[in-house]
């Protein structure tokens, strides 16, 4: 069985701390991607990485950084946490080829005071 | 620019009935998909359904299919004889400019009652 799994379901983090979203996917898949997800505005891409070490930027990736030294794990860092940033964090992975679904974990819901 | 737009914020169905949810999409690319995810409370993702740009006949996965018109630019999700677990939030989505990246649509929350 396919899986994503996200480090934390819940976290509360203070304005001005450095936060990182970790997520581990086991089916080898060589996309990795992070989305926000907020009330009336769906998922929104942050960063997408395609293969170990590469990284592309999402429509909103203001405020957030992404590391991915191994194929299985995609790194979400928050540099300075800000109330703005209060949302739920979803990871996906999915194979190589625009035909091909995307798998989620079950989504961090970051909560910044 | 590439946009999905679902236009029902919110839908009602009676549990053994059909329900169609709405999804327009507008791109100039010639190749893209399209793809429907269910969210439930608990809040993961799951893929419902796919239909490819050059796809001839509509996309069916059992009580899930996916009604296509291309001229329209439409990609409605029709679910047959709806049941109590099937209240979720429901997301369209396409690919883009031949890439693997999806943009999302805000989302329709269905709910079933009895």
């Known amino acids: 069985d396919v899986k994503v799994t996200q480090s934390s379901r819940y976290l509360v983090k203070r304005t001005g701390e450095k936060v990182f979203l970790e997520c581990v996917q086991d089916?080898?898949?060589?996309?990795m991607f992070w989305y926000r997800q907020d009330p009336g505005l769906g998922l929104r891409l942050i960063y997408f990485?395609?293969?170990?070490?590469?990284?592309e930027k999402g429509d909103i990736p203001e405020g957030y950084s992404v590391s991915r030294e191994k194929k299985e794990r995609f790194s979400l860092i928050l540099e300075s946490a800000s109330t703005n940033q209060t949302s739920m964090y979803l990871c996906?992975?999915?194979?190589?080829?625009?035909?091909?679904?995307?798998?989620f974990g079950p989504g961090t819901r970051l909560t910044v005071t | 620019a590439q946009k999905i737009t679902q236009t029902q914020p919110g839908m009602f169905v009676q549990e053994k009935e059909a329900v169609t949810l709405d999804c327009t999409y507008d791109?100039?690319?010639?190749?893209?998909?399209l793809f429907w995810y269910k969210q439930p409370s608990s809040g993961e993702m799951i893929f419902l359904i796919y239909?490819?740009?050059?796809?001839?006949q509509n996309a069916t996965e059992g009580r899930y299919s996916l009604n296509f018109q291309k001229a329209r630019k439409s990609a409605n999700l029709v679910i047959s004889a709806s049941q109590l677990g099937d209240s979720a939030m429901y997301f369209c989505?396409?690919?883009?400019?031949?890439?693997?990246?999806?943009?999302f649509g805000t989302g329709t929350r269905l709910q079933v009652f009895p």
């Open positions: 996906a992975s999915s194979l190589a080829g625009e035909s091909y679904e995307q798998y």
């Open positions: 089916m080898d898949h060589e996309n």
């Open positions: 990485s395609y293969d170990v070490k590469m990284k």
């Open positions: 791109t100039s690319d010639p190749s893209y998909g």
């Open positions: 239909q490819g740009s050059y796809d001839q």
């Open positions: 989505a396409m690919s883009l400019d031949n890439t693997d990246k999806l943009i």
